[in-house]
T-cell receptor, first 115, second 114 residues
Framework: KNQVEQSPQSLIILEGKNCTLQ??????????LRWYKQDTGRGPVSLTI?????NTKSNGRYTATLDADTKQSSLHITASQLSDSASYIC??????????????FGTGTLLAVQP | NAGVTQTPKFRILKIGQSMTLQCTQD?????MYWYRQDPGMGLKLIYY???????DKGEVPNGYNVSRSTTEDFPLRLELAAPSQTSVYFC?????????????FGQGTRLTVV
């Protein structure tokens, strides 16, 4: 069964600190993995995309890693800011063989950055 | 740039009522999607479309219908609202799924069925 599991469910950190969010998946055949940021009351916004051959990708203070062998990804946030408070969703795309790949969403990690 | 626009943002329905959630995008994307997000759960795909005139079912299509008469618009219809349809609904659009940009999501419609 295709699944995406994220940990922790929620996290509270102080402004300026770093944190790492985890994503484990059992999706096959794997196409790509994306991290989305979802602010409260808004739709998700794409942060990064990683394909099978990519190990690390950065987007400003966000760095995503992918280990395709262990089927794990992490999202590292450096020097956190209050605006980083949001839900971070890991989304894995499975090749469906049809017109569109199947997207499997994790339930997200709710991050709260406190002053 | 408007992106993906959903209306309404909030709605309360009585059991058995019908309504249409509107979604429009101005990015000329071929792919459009409707998801629902229940508390503590990941997004679930209701319906999707790969172009005007083409729609297909996702994971949880029961109780919903869609149409795609134009590239821009992808309305979601609830015919007989049930409490189980209380959720936040997101419309999204994208280029083919393997493109780097990912999907663009609307702001969501919070629907309560009482």
């Amino acid at each position: 069964k295709n699944q995406v599991e994220q940990s922790p469910q929620s996290l509270i950190i102080l402004e300026g600190k770093n944190c790492t969010l985890q994503c484990n998946y059992t999706v096959s055949p794997f196409s790509n993995l994306r991290w989305y940021k979802q602010d409260t009351g808004r739709g998700p916004v794409s942060l990064t995309i990683m394909t099978f051959s990519e190990n690390t990708k950065s987007n400003g203070r966000y760095t995503a890693t992918l280990d395709a062998d262990t089927k794990q990804s992490s999202l590292h946030i450096t020097a956190s800011q209050l605006s980083d408070s949001a839900s971070y969703i890991c989304v894995v795309s499975a090749r469906s063989g049809g017109a569109t790949n199947k997207l499997i969403f994790g339930t997200g990690t709710l991050l709260a950055v406190q002053p | 740039n408007a992106g993906v626009t959903q209306t309404p943002k909030f709605r309360i329905l009585k059991i058995g009522q019908s309504m249409t959630l509107q979604c429009t995008q101005d990015m000329n994307h071929n792919y459009m999607y409707w998801y629902r997000q229940d508390p503590g759960m990941g997004l679930k795909l209701i319906y999707y479309s790969v172009g005007a005139g083409i729609t297909d079912k996702g994971e949880v299509p029961n109780g919903y219908n869609v149409s795609r008469s134009t590239t821009e618009d992808f309305p979601l219809r609830l015919e007989l609202a049930a409490p189980s349809q209380t959720s936040v609904y997101f419309c999204a659009s994208s280029w083919p799924p393997d493109r780097a940009q990912g999907a663009f999501f609307g702001q969501g419609t919070r629907l309560t069925v009482v």
